[in-house]
């Protein structure tokens, strides 16, 4: 069964602080999809990142970075020099290629202090 | 950018009434999932489909019912409605159920009195 994991319940940084959010993913497939999402106080989800099983590639977006290592299982998100705007919950999430749903970890409330 | 479109954005019902919600996939998407999201909790996944055909199936209570219509929109029917089901009710769509990448709408907020 997949499962994703977010310890941080929540975290609090000062602006311009570099934050890791950290997400620890369990599956039994080869192939899956990893994700990002921003959930920021309005509510929607926002679409951050994929990343396939088969990339291990780092990815930066500009202030964003995923850091995705198989071996340990965890696909971690670092905001460099993080801004009031970042506030918001963000969630992991795993799919496999077998089924259609997506399946969320419990979300991290990141709240950035000016 | 066209995004998914989900109506309404707010609905108040009373306990066993019904409930239809309504989305709007992205132009040219002919996938739609439907996820609940109760308060302080993650999303959870009801149904989904594709190409008008149920693709897969979750958490979602018998009371529950959804489709796809033949120009890819979805509704959510929702009878005999719970305290417990309220929530933020997201809808997301994709090009293809191999993509993966889903892009939520903005929800539509259900409250059950």
């Known amino acids: 069964a997949q499962k994703v994991t977010q310890a941080q319940t929540e975290i609090s940084v000062v602006e311009k602080e570099d934050v890791t959010l950290d997400c620890v993913y369990e599956?039994?497939?080869?192939?899956?999809?990893l994700f990002w999402y921003k959930q920021p106080p309005s509510g929607e989800l926002v679409f951050l990142i994929r990343?396939?099983?088969?990339?291990?590639q780092n990815e930066i977006s500009g202030r964003y970075s995923w850091n995705f290592q198989k071996s340990t299982s965890s696909f971690n998100f670092t905001i460099t020099a993080s801004q009031v705007v970042d506030s918001a919950v963000y969630f992991c999430?795993?799919?496999?290629?077998?089924?259609?749903?997506?399946?969320f970890g419990a979300g991290t409330r990141l709240t950035v202090k000016p | 950018a066209a995004g998914v479109i989900q109506s309404p954005r707010h609905l108040i019902k009373e306990k066993r009434e019904t409930a239809t919600l309504k989305c709007y996939p992205i132009?040219?998407?002919?996938?739609v999932y439907w996820y609940q999201q109760g308060p302080g909790q993650d999303p959870q996944f009801l149904i989904s489909?594709?190409?008008?055909?149920?693709?897969d199936k979750g958490s979602i209570p018998d009371r529950f019912s959804a489709q796809q219509f033949s120009d890819y929109h979805s509704e959510l029917n929702m009878s005999s409605l719970e305290l417990g089901d309220s929530a933020l009710y997201f809808c997301?769509?994709?090009?293809?159920?191999?993509?993966?990448?889903?892009?939520f709408g903005p929800g539509t907020r259900l409250t059950v009195t």
């Open positions: 599956t039994r497939d080869t192939t899956y999809y």
């Open positions: 132009p040219r998407h002919d996938t």
């Open positions: 999430a795993l799919s496999e290629v077998r089924g259609n749903d997506m399946r």
């Open positions: 489909f594709y190409e008008k055909m149920q693709s």
């Open positions: 990343r396939n099983s088969f990339d291990e």
């Open positions: 997301a769509s994709s090009l293809g159920v191999q993509t993966r990448e889903q892009y």
